[in-house]
């Protein structure tokens, strides 16, 4: 075994030697293992069925909450995950953007979402509108392309109307790339500004801004009589498999991380010290070895409170997971995510939901958005943040008619809007 360790270690460290060509390599392993797994779970035994359960997951409206792993398969879910977290960092590699933290951070959040929300054909409109919006800024992509990528949360709405919109089919689908194209051109300004509302403590930030451009879009529609039906997808009976997936997933990143840092934690305490306050970039501020052990930690805890609460292993739990994997590179760590998962689990043992219903379980895991609060304030605010967001997120989802997939970001700018003021006012502090 240590054989094989001293081996895989030097490996690591022959690849390590070219820093940013080993940080895209790990961007490409989430994609190849999604990819990979998608594949072995049945696409390639059963290419027709493969191809059905994709083009349904495509035409599919997927508003909040739409499980692709029930409405195509295991399969046709993570393989499209696999190639979208691919085709971003192609992306990423061709614009020649250097890799950090929020590559990490878009990168498996768009992986995650892309089991419930965002697909092939919704995500694109976005990117050109951002595109569209730097050409006429006169202003590198590179300065947005994060923007973008965060940005396809609002991917359901380009869905909605491409395949339910009342028209003809030529129309609908002109139409609903017009729609993505513009809302792409409006969100870097948008994104910008609402920044300063929340004061960095909402880690979603884009999340926060798609959710009003939501809600916009469906007070718009509701006018106009057009009826947006409300959906709860939510597969089951997963869980072994992707335990079985997603553990040795996350413990090989952490291995990984171990490796490169010398077969020591040494640095660890110095990254959990960050409050993770919009923009704390670990890959920058602490390297990547630490980064990876720190996702790996984070999603290995992640997947197990999925399980110890009884909830189930599925599209929108796994996003829950990528996505606080992913920000494990860009704000949150040990010591700011455990305080809000616990007030969010003592607001779900306490309020109308069962402890591992979707409401709670993705509440606890997308709740980490307010981990800065918790990493600035302390525990005791941490668990505030977490119980008051888990009341929050509950409630806002109506607004933007699942149009979000970021409802969290959406509900954690609110929390972070109200408390932050208290917070100021009790500590009596005015550099906030």
């Not at 460290?13 to 293992?33: N, P, V």
């Not at 029930?70 to 979208?84: D, P, R, T, W, Y």
């Not at 952490?254 to 704390?280: E, V």
Request: aromatic share 16%; hydrophobic share 50%; net charge positive.
């Amino acid at each position: 075994m240590m054989k094989f360790l001293d081996s895989f270690s030097s490996t690591l460290k022959r690849l390590f030697s070219d820093r940013e060509r080993f940080k895209a390599l790990s961007l490409y392993f989430f994609g190849w293992s999604f990819l990979a797994f998608g594949l072995l779970s049945g696409g390639l035994w059963h290419p027709v069925k493969f191809m059905k359960d994709f083009w349904e997951i495509i035409r599919t409206p997927d508003f909040l909450l739409t499980d692709y792993i029930k409405v195509g398969s295991i399969s046709a879910a993570f393989f499209n995950s696999g190639v979208l977290m691919f085709l971003f960092t192609l992306i990423l590699r061709l614009l020649k953007v250097p890799i950090n933290g929020l590559s990490y951070a878009s990168i498996l959040t768009v992986g995650g979402f892309a089991l419930f929300g965002k697909n092939i054909f919704n995500v694109w409109p976005i990117l050109i509108g951002v595109f569209l919006y730097s050409f006429w800024r006169r202003e590198p992509i590179q300065r947005y392309i994060y923007v973008a990528y965060f940005g396809t949360a609002i991917s359901p709405l380009v869905s909605f109307v491409a395949f339910d919109f009342p028209a003809t089919n030529m129309p609908r689908f002109m139409l609903s790339y017009i729609v993505g194209i513009l809302v792409g051109f409006l969100l870097p300004s948008m994104a910008g500004y609402f920044l300063t509302l929340h004061k960095g403590y909402n880690l979603y930030n884009v999340g926060f801004t798609c959710g009003l451009v939501g809600t916009v879009a469906a007070a718009f529609f509701r006018a106009y009589g057009v009826q947006i039906p409300v959906q709860r997808i939510w597969s089951e009976g997963n869980n072994l498999v992707f335990s079985l997936f997603l553990l040795p997933l996350f413990l090989f990143v952490m291995l990984s991380g171990w490796l490169l840092n010398d077969k020591s934690l040494r640095g660890y305490k110095k990254l959990m010290r960050h409050s993770g306050r919009l923009l704390t970039d670990f890959v920058i501020l602490e390297g990547v070895p630490l980064t990876l052990v720190n996702i790996g930690i984070l999603g290995t805890i992640s997947t197990v409170y999925v399980l110890l609460i009884g909830s189930q292993l599925n599209g929108p739990t796994i996003g829950g997971i990528m996505t606080v994997a992913g920000f494990a590179a860009l704000g949150k760590h040990l010591r700011n995510v455990i305080p809000v998962i616990v007030g969010v689990t003592i607001a779900s043992i306490s309020n109308s939901y069962e402890l591992g219903s979707p409401n709670n379980v993705l509440a606890a895991l997308f709740g980490t958005t307010v981990a800065p609060i918790a990493g600035e304030f302390g525990i005791v605010w941490g668990i505030i943040a977490g119980f008051l967001h888990n009341a929050m997120v509950n409630n806002v989802g109506f607004l933007h008619a699942g149009f979000n997939l970021y409802n969290n970001g959406f509900a954690g700018g609110l929390v972070a809007i109200v408390l932050i003021p208290i917070i100021k006012a009790v500590h009596k502090r005015e550099d906030l």
